[in-house]
């Protein structure tokens, strides 16, 4: 739980950093050793650099509520731009 580590969050206060995003970051790591063009569409629910922005199940509720919606739809849409573009998937290598 990075968030209590008070050492590592002053880290990451002085290289200005609001988040950490393991789970993409991990996508773009395989994506880099596959060479494989990567990118991400990310619906960001709290910055936990701060103690407002915790996610709570109440603040869940209001995102998933105000923009889960639309967040899928430009997901949708920016792969079917991508595939009306010629481009296909590449599969990995392990």
Same mark, same amino acid.
């Given at each position: *739980?990075? $968030?209590?580590? $008070? !050492?590592?969050?002053?880290?990451? %206060?002085? /290289?200005?950093? *609001?988040? /950490?995003? *393991?789970?993409?970051?991990? /996508? #773009?790591?395989?994506? #880099? &050793?596959?060479?494989?063009?990567?990118? &991400? =569409?990310?619906?960001?629910? @709290?910055?936990? *650099?701060?103690? $407002?922005?915790?996610?709570?199940?109440?603040? @869940?509720?209001?995102?998933?509520?105000?923009?889960?919606?639309?967040? =899928?739809? /430009?997901?949708? $849409?920016? =792969?079917? !731009?991508?595939?009306?573009?010629? %481009?296909?998937?590449?599969?990995? =290598? #392990?």
């Amino acid at each position: *739980m990075w $968030e209590h580590d $008070e !050492q590592f969050k002053s880290y990451l %206060h002085s /290289i200005r950093a *609001m988040a /950490i995003d *393991m789970e993409t970051a991990t /996508i #773009f790591m395989v994506g #880099f &050793a596959n060479k494989i063009p990567t990118g &991400a =569409l990310l619906l960001v629910s @709290d910055q936990p *650099m701060t103690p $407002e922005g915790v996610k709570t199940s109440e603040s @869940d509720s209001k995102v998933t509520s105000s923009f889960v919606n639309r967040h =899928l739809e /430009i997901g949708i $849409e920016s =792969l079917k !731009q991508l595939k009306n573009n010629g %481009h296909t998937v590449k599969h990995l =290598l #392990f």
